[in-house]
């Protein structure tokens, strides 16, 4: 699987923020169609910030960032957070219902997309739960289901799986995989964790702090599907040896 022309490209951009923080700077970056890339790097180094750019929530101070033509405006970018940002007072399905409901979609349509993309997520017969009643990691997989129910070209994701346990989070990693190669969006993720940005990803964007910019931009040149096979390879300690140094270096350690 190799990734396609670029879906969106930033060019010579920064970000300096009212109260004048320079967030990132200097960063040049192409996504290519269909890829998985993880934005890997310590706390503050800008990876929210340029994920937050691309999704159009806010704009660049210097510099510029092209989408490509194609998509279909709206419901091109699903955005996973680090918190499941779920309504309350809706079921499961209400929930991942809302952006199609937003866009106009007809409410019976609406319901049995809502529903065909629980059943992807995992959550087949959970459609009428309420979010207080679901665990951390379906709540997660709801608000994947709410992401990807647009089909979207480009999911970007914040740290989805920093608060969930440990075999929780692997389980989603698969899932998430699994789903990648199914609908074929285009990925970006952001993590703090090597070991997650290896494990799924085929490029990772290595950012360093004070002021936020990109300083490595590695492959891991490993074949999908990956598994417990892959989790537990030589290959794969290999590369988060090498991305761990990196980081490191990017740290200034
Ligand atoms: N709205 C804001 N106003 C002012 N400064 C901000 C704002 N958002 C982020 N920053 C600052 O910009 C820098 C980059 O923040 P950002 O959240 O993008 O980094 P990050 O790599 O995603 O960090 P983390 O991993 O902790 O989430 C930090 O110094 C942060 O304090």
Redesign the pocket.
């Given at each position: 699987m190799t990734a396609g022309p670029p879906v969106v490209t930033l060019r010579g951009v920064a970000k300096r923020?009212?109260?004048g923080?320079l967030?990132v700077q200097g960063v040049d970056l192409a996504i290519g169609q269909g890829d998985f890339v993880s934005l890997l790097?310590p706390?503050?180094?800008?990876?929210?910030?340029v994920l937050r750019m691309i999704a159009g929530l806010m704009g660049p101070s210097t510099g510029s960032i092209e989408m490509a033509a194609g998509g279909n405006a709206a419901g091109d970018i699903g955005f996973v957070f680090q918190e499941p940002t779920l309504m309350p007072w809706s079921s499961a399905l209400k929930n991942v219902m809302l952006p199609l409901r937003l866009a106009g979609t007809a409410r019976s349509e609406a319901e049995d997309r809502a529903a065909a993309a629980l059943a992807e997520v995992g959550l087949k017969g959970f459609e009428k739960s309420y979010p207080r009643a679901l665990s951390g990691g379906m709540k997660m997989r709801v608000s994947i289901a709410r992401a990807l129910v647009t089909k979207p070209r480009l999911l970007l994701m914040d740290?989805p799986f920093a608060a969930l346990d440990e075999i929780t989070r692997h389980r989603l990693n698969n899932d998430l995989l699994t789903l990648w190669a199914l609908e074929r969006f285009t990925a970006v993720f952001?993590t703090?964790s090597v070991f997650e940005s290896v494990y799924l990803s085929r490029r990772i964007v290595v950012m360093a702090a004070r002021p936020?910019r990109v300083v490595e931009d590695m492959e891991v040149n490993e074949a999908y599907p990956r598994g417990e096979v892959f989790r537990t390879s030589a290959e794969y300690a290999a590369h988060c040896r090498a991305v761990s140094e990196a980081l490191h270096g990017a740290m200034g350690e």
């Open positions: 923020y009212a109260n923080t967030a790097g706390s503050g180094c800008g990876k929210s910030t740290e952001v703090h936020g």
